[in-house]
Each structure stands twice: as structure tokens, then as C-alpha cells.
């Protein structure tokens, strides 16, 4: 292999790795507050690739980004206003189906307003031929974009939680909600919270990769399907761990490009999840008596 | 007995739709309703697993596709070019192949559909103790998640082969001589006696897995539902029962499968999708779960509008919306609260 | 010895919640583990039954070793256990709970139960007629169709002994089967301990209610901070010094 095929393997496991890492992120953060696997995480990431196209008619790229990623941090908070929030104690099973749910009519709902067919954000820079040379590769600088932005998202969030008062009560939420309901700290505004988080993360990554993955109505499931075998990876509810786990998964599928056929990549993620769940569903760097103690 | 009254509803319901439609010329509902049984056999064996054995599978498409596939593929695929494979010889001599001549009047060797039938089943079996061992160790989540992975993966598989048609699936799959004069097929001159066929199948089904809730096993299932460990502690072996109970819904499935592609005459990849397992997990929840007859009657409804088109292309979006408002409103499902609603009022009235 | 326990630790994390417990219960005694909140008992039941797998040393059952074998295995050898926070069926009336104990005492399977054999028939009405018995032993036959989780906390107890006495045990394991009743109740379950007792059933006990263990068990032993610290007889235990220190607190030892 050469340097120039490598450093392209490489930049390419990253872009993709980190996206994924942002969507087990985002699968995280509600665990973490909630308990639930949020099935329509792909969603959020869909939306804001979505809704960003269509408000880049009228708006500026910069100001069409924000108002995208603004608009699905309140969708986010709307479904869990309307979904989640006034359940009590629902069943693991009960929310599975509703998540579910809920990203069939996001999905959907998709379908009808923009239609089937594959859209994308202009270029940030350039065009689909502009190009800058890295280690010897020759990527689109929006690749650059991608992991520029992702990166600076996966560590503001984790200055969020360490510095601010919000982020220390989302925090203490997830290591024991009773105990952080008893402190006062209102568990259902963090809860809202934590959605408008996921969303505002995915969506923000799913403008930013619009341009090289597109954007369409139907990317939500794959897209989930690959942040939740990273979140596993990584161990359920450990933010930086998934960072990891999502590179990691990004790199094994680039580097596979050469030996596994394309109509099995998908495959890739989807056995890995599988070896996963059954060989250390703790995670790959996950205590296991740590993780005996979670609500399964 | 009791448990077997509605069964015998049942049987009268089959033959009084059938009379209907012969009274009111309008045959063509059988089309429908023939595929809206096989439907509801995935179904049924789906509500076993989620509603007794409280285990969720999101892929059980993936054994449907399996079984539908896997005979199809055995049953229209030429052997003739590997006629002198000795183990395409030692199926011939022991009668498991059948030779006649296609549209074009070549040779055209294949599987005996009996034959394709038992080999489907029999790898479905495989693959559900091959996945339902370390699949059913996983709770919650994990296990939601797992068996949407094994359904995605078959669907992966069913598009990359040639060998299923890729994204076309497999078409001209013959009918399914089961007895003399009877075929699963969608012959026109047949469609009675498959509406008969494909419904004595769920009538049969039911009465296997009523009986089956009724007995100690089904005692044992719902102990292991509602607390596993000290059902495990009682002396149930809970892993095997929980296997047990999802090969069996697995088989169920590929049944379906298997006499729905004969009787459709082919298969395409939307049946191995994730959607169409969720479909069917929607179902079960909206029958009530632990209802085996929520879960019939509701999939017949469901599945005979969506079948007529009545909803239109928003078919994927209708089922989304029940799943979301019976799961908010109504977790013991749609049946459940009118059910238990009119039993309270009768009591009352009682007193 | 029916029941042989050597060397047995338990470890969670950094916590030893049993450590390097070793006692015996011989068979037809009732034996009582006491010791304060926390000592471990639970956690020691739950070793023997299966439930948990000990970090180190070995538990024989008829002379068998049982330790890492599943609990529904140890069950079928004739042990069956209550739950300090009661474990019932949710759903079952408290007949099918009861039901659900005679599962190792008979044999029906997948195919026969789908088939609805007749034999099958025959067998079921056999465990109905055997658990009903055990809930009229138990006072609570006219609860036999109620949902047994929506009963009162006492009547759930009742239901949750009728299932592990449905078992037929060799040795029974009972995780404070006096919590949370009032005296007459209390005084009941040591009748009915004393009975099965009678009866040939081996029983070992956990309990808080001192009168109660002093009552009715042969032997007892003591745990605290996962270790025993004594064992013998009601009188001698009362009289352990170590025993007073710990039950009464240093200051007034
Ligand atoms: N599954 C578990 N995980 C972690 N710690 C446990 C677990 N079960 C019990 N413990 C701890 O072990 C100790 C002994 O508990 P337990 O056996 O319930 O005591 P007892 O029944 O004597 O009151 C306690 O400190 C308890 O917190
Ligand atoms: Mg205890």
C-alpha cells in the first residue's frame, strides 16, 4: 500500500469514524439521563442535513447551519415533551417501541416534505474538485470541516460538563437520578435538556458532512445503527470511550475498502455490533461490574 | 373448554368471509386476505416470544426472508448445468428433483418444492439456535439491537447475492403441490382453496400455541417474563425455554414465508426489511402483547387495509403513529383496554 | 450433611460481602443465619442458590458440588428459596405461581403441551390439585384466582412459601420470612416452619426476629461483615459474648 492510498484510508476512516462517534455521543448523552436508547438518534443527524438544504434557498450557508440545528434542538425538545417526558417509569421495552416509533414519522414525515432523492449542502470551501494535500493524499478540504468541527464539538462538550453548573447537573443525572432529584436539580428539565443536546450535536454533524455523504431522507437508521455500535464499543454512557470506539469503527471500514466487497460494508459495523454484544457487551474499555449495575 | 371458544369463532369467521365474498361477487378480496394469514402466522409466533417469553426480536423479517428466499432460490434455480455434481445426482436418485422444460423448451432441473420446503425450515432452525443462543443471553436494548443486526444482515445478504436477484428478489417461483389438487399457488382457479389452506394454517397455529399457554411451558414462559431469576431459581431451565420459544416463532415465520412466496410466485427484498419486522413488532404491541388473539385480530385488520392500499403511501407512517399512541395511551394495547374497560362496566352492573 | 459450605467468598468491587464463611447443615434441622443489616446473608443465599457465583470456595448439596452450576439445576436437586423482597409472578394469579413450583415435578414439554396430549391434562390437573392443597395449608385457598401481586404484602409471603414448598425441597431456604408481619402472623410462619420441619423438609433461615430464631431453629449461625464470628445452639449463641458486642454495641457490652 502505498503512503498516498494509506494517508487517504486514514483521513477517510477519521471523517467517517468521527461522525460516528458524534451519533454514539448523542445516544450517550440520553442514556445518560434517561435510561433509553434513543432509536431516532439517526434522525436528528438527518434532520439537520435536511432542513439546512432547504433554508440555504433563503439564508446564507452560515446562518442556514444555525437556523437547521437550532430548528432540531427544538424538535429534539419537542419529542421529548410530547413522547417522554410524562411517562412514568416507563419499561425498557415500552420506550424501544416508542423511539421507534418516533423515527418512523420523523423518517417519514421526511419523505414527504423533500422527497427520495439525494440532496447536499454546497461545499463550505471549493467545490467537489477542490482539493488539498495531506500526508500525500488529496482530500476535499471538507473532510477537514468534518473533523474540524466534530472535534470541537466532542470537546466542548466535555469542557460543558466538567466547567458548567449545567453540565455538572446533567452529570450527577446520570450517576443517580433519585440521589440528583433529592439535590433539586430538576431531572426532567435535564432530561429535555439532554435531547436538545443529541439533537443539536447530530444535527450540526449532519451539516457538516452533507456536502461529501449527502443528505437523505432514509440515512437516520444506518447512521443509528453505526452510533450505537460505537456507544456499545465504547462502553453505554462513556462519552470520550465512544470517540475512540467511533474512530476505531471508522478505520476498520476504510482500510476493509480493499478486501471486503462494497455490498457488505454495511455488514462490517453490523457483525462487530453483533461480536460485541455477545463477547463483552460491557464494552471493549467498559468495567464489568460497573456495568452489572445498570438498569438492563 | 374455554380457551377453545374462540378458535371455533375463528373457524366460523374463515368460512362466513369466504361465503361473503362468493354472495357478494367480490372474490378478489381473497387475494388479500390469502397473504394477510401468512402475515398473521409471523405474527402469532411473534406475540409467543414478545408477549409470553417477553423476549422483543426486531428480525424476524430476517427468518420470513429466510424461509421465502431460500425456497424460492431452491425452486426456480437451474441445475442442469451442474447435473454431474454428485451431490446434485444423489438428490436426483433420491427424488428430490423434478425435470421438465422452460418458456424456451430447455431442460430445466430443480428443487421438488417439498424438498426446497423441508431444507428452508431446516436452515431456519440452524440459524435461530445459531443466533438465539448468545442473542437471548442480552436484555432490553442489547437484545432489541442484536436482532435488529441478524435482520439487517439477512437483508444485506438477500440484496448482495445474484444468486436472490439482488434488488429484483426471485420471480416465477412455481406453486406448491401439496396434495393432489391442491397447490399453493396464485392460480386463479385456485384461490378458495388457498384462502382455506393459508387460514386452516393460522387456525392450526393457534391452536398449538393456545394449547401451548395453557400447558406448563406456557406457565413457565410467563414466569420468566415477569421475573426471570426467580423463575431460573424455581427449576426452569430459562434459556432453553427462551430458545425453545424463539425457534419456534422463527419456524413460524419461515412457514410464512415459504407458502406466501409460492403463493405470491416470488419475493423481493422490502420482505427481509427492517421496517417489515418492526411492522410486525407494532403489531403484537397493538394486540396487547400476551393476547394472542389481539395479535390476530389486529394484524388481519392491519395487514387486509395496508394489503388494499388504504393508507395510501403513508402505510409506513400509519403504523409509526398507532405504534407511538398505543404505546403512550394504551401499553396493554388496543384490545386490551376495551377488553378489560367492558369487563370492569360488567362487574359494576353486577354488584 | 446435607448442605456443606467451605470457604466461601463473595466479592463485589472493593466489598467483601461474604468472606471465608465455612458451616454445615445437617439434614432435618432448622438452621438460622443471623447477623446485622448488611453481614452478607443474602448475599450467602444467593450463593447457594445459584443466583450468584462465589469468588472462591465450595458449597456441596447432597454431597455434590453445586457452586457455578445454574440455579435451575440446584433447584431440580431439591432445593427452593423465598426472597426477602418477594419475587412473584406478575400477571399469574397466585395458584399459577403456586403452579410454577410444581414445574420440576413434572414433565410436560413443548410438543406435548402444543399437542394438548391427554396426559398431559391428566398431570395438570394433578399440579393444580397439589398447589391448591399447599394454599389451604397456607390459609389463603380462597385467594387461589387473585392476581398474586396485587395481594396483600403477608398473603404474598404465604403464596411465595406455597411455591417453594410446591418444589417438594430437600432444603429449604427462607431470606426473613417474618419481615415486615405483626406478631400473630410471626407466630404463625414458626408454626409452620416447625411443621414442614416435622414433615422432613431441611430449613435454613434467615431472620432479624430474635424470638423467632431462638424459638424454633436447632443451630445457628452468626455473620458480620461477610464473616461468621460464632455458631451452635440458641443458649450458647445467646451467651456469645462477641454475639451480645455486636447485636447490643460496644458501649453497652
Ligand atoms: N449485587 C450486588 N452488588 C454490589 N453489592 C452488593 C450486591 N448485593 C449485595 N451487595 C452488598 O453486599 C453487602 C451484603 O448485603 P446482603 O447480603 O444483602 O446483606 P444482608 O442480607 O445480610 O442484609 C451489602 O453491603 C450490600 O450492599
Ligand atoms: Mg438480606
Sequence with gaps: MTLELFSQYLLAGVTYGIIYAIVGIGFNIIYNTTGIINFAQGEFVMLGGMIAISMHQWLPLPLAIVAAVLLVMLIGALVEILFIRWLDRPSVLRMIIITIGISILVREAALHIWGEGVRSLPYFVGNEITTVRIMGARVSPQVLWVIGVCTVMVLALSLFFKYTLQGKKMQACAANRVAATLCGISTKNMVTLSFMLSAGIGALAGCVMSPITYSQYDIGTGLAIKGFTVAILGGLGSSMAAVAAGLLLGLIESFSVSVVPLAFQDAISISLLLAILFLRPHGLFGNKDAADLKEF | ?351 | ?253
Design chain 3, 1 to 253: 450433611m446435607l448442605l456443606e459450605i467451605k470457604n466461601l467468598s463473595r466479592r463485589f468491587g472493593g466489598l467483601q460481602a461474604v468472606s471465608d464463611a465455612s458451616f454445615s447443615v445437617r439434614q432435618g434441622m432448622i438452621k438460622a443465619v443471623i447477623g446485622p443489616n448488611g453481614a452478607g446473608k443474602t448475599t450467602l443465599f444467593n450463593l447457594i442458590s445459584g443466583t450468584l457465583l462465589p469468588s472462591s470456595g465450595a458449597i456441596h448439596f447432597k454431597g455434590q458440588p453445586i457452586h457455578g452450576l445454574p440455579p435451575y439445576r440446584i433447584a431440580r436437586l431439591g432445593m427452593a428459596r423465598t426472597y426477602q423482597n418477594i419475587k412473584l409472578y406478575p400477571g399469574m394469579t397466585a395458584l399459577e405461581n403456586v403452579m410454577v413450583g410444581r414445574h420440576c415435578r413434572s414433565r410436560a414439554g413443548f410438543i406435548s403441551g402444543m399437542l394438548s396430549l391427554p396426559w398431559t391434562k391428566k398431570e395438570e390437573n394433578a399440579s393444580r390439585a397439589a398447589a391448591l392443597e399447599l394454599l389451604a395449608l397456607l390459609d389463603i385457598a380462597d385467594l387461589a384466582e387473585v392476581e398474586a401481586t396485587s395481594l396483600a404484602f403477608g398473603q404474598q409471603r404465604a403464596v411465595e412459601f406455597a411455591r417453594a414448598l410446591a418444589m417438594e425441597p430437600e432444603l429449604l431456604l427462607l431470606d426473613e420470612p417474618a419481615a415486615g408481619l405483626n406478631i400473630y402472623e410471626t407466630a404463625e410462619v414458626a408454626r409452620l416452619i416447625t411443621k414442614i420441619n416435622e414433615q422432613g423438609i431441611t430449613v435454613l433461615l434467615v431472620e432479624h426476629d430474635m424470638s423467632l430464631v431462638m424459638d424454633i431453629s436447632h443451630e445457628i449461625v452468626v455473620l458480620s461483615f461477610g464473616e461468621k464470628i460464632a455458631e451452635g445452639t440458641p443458649s450458647e449463641i445467646q451467651h456469645n459474648k462477641e454475639v451480645i458486642r455486636i447485636y447490643l454495641g460496644e458501649d453497652d457490652a
Design chain 2, 1 to 351: 373448554m374455554k380457551r377453545h371458544l374462540p378458535l371455533g369463532l375463528l373457524v366460523l369467521a374463515i368460512i362466513g368471509v369466504q361465503l361473503l365474498t362468493r354472495a357478494t361477487d367480490t372474490a378478489f378480496y381473497l387475494t388479500p386476505l390469502t397473504m394477510t394469514a401468512y402475515y398473521s402466522l409471523v405474527i402469532v409466533g411473534l406475540c409467543l416470544l414478545m408477549g409470553y417469553a417477553g423476549q422483543i426480536s426486531l428480525g424476524h423479517a430476517g427468518f420470513f426472508a429466510i424461509g421465502g428466499y431460500l425456497s424460492a432460490m431452491l425452486t426456480t434455480k437451474n441445475l442442469v448445468p451442474f447435473k454431474d455434481n454428485s451431490l446434485i445426482s444423489l438428490c436426483d436418485e433420491l427424488g428430490l428433483l423434478v425435470h421438465g422444460q422452460d418458456m424456451f423448451g430447455s431442460a430445466f432441473t430443480h428443487v421438488q418444492p417439498w424438498a426446497a420446503c423441508g431444507c428452508a425450515i431446516l436452515v431456519t432452525i440452524v440459524v435461530a439456535y445459531a443466533i438465539g443462543i448468545p442473542v437471548l443471553k442480552l436484555k432490553g436494548h442489547y437484545l432489541a439491537m442484536a436482532t435488529l443486526g441478524f435482520g439487517i444482515i439477512v437483508y444485506r445478504l438477500a440484496l448482495a447475492f445474484p444468486l436472490f436477484g439482488e434488488a429484483d428478489g426471485i420471480s416465477d417461483v412455481p406453486g406448491f403441490p401439496l396434495l393432489p389438487g391442491l397447490s399453493v399457488s396464485g392460480d386463479f382457479s385456485s384461490r378458495v382453496s388457498n384462502y382455506y389452506l393459508a387460514w386452516g394454517m393460522v387456525a392450526l397455529a393457534m391452536w398449538l400455541l393456545v394449547n401451548l399457554i395453557h400447558s406448563r411451558v406456557g406457565r413457565a414462559l410467563k414466569a420468566i417474563h415477569g421475573a426471570e431469576g426467580a423463575a431460573n431459581a424455581t427449576g426452569i431451565n430459562t434459556a432453553r425455554y427462551k430458545l425453545n420459544t424463539f425457534v419456534i416463532s422463527a419456524v413460524l415465520a419461515s412457514v410464512a414465508g415459504i407458502f406466501l412466496t409460492h403463493y405470491n410466485g416470488g419475493i423481493g427484498p422490502s420482505e427481509a426489511g427492517i421496517m417489515k419486522s418492526v411492522r410486525y413488532v407494532a403489531i403484537v404491541a397493538i394486540g396487547g402483547m400476551a393476547n394472542l388473539w389481539g395479535a390476530l385480530t389486529m394484524g388481519a385488520l392491519l395487514n387486509i387495509m395496508s394489503l388494499r392500499g388504504m393508507f395510501g403511501s403513508y402505510d409506513d407512517a400509519v403504523f409509526g403513529a398507532i405504534l407511538i399512541v398505543i404505546m403512550l395511551f394504551a401499553p396493554q394495547g388496543l384490545l386490551g383496554i376495551s377488553l378489560s374497560a367492558t369487563f370492569k362496566r360488567i362487574l359494576r352492573r353486577g354488584e
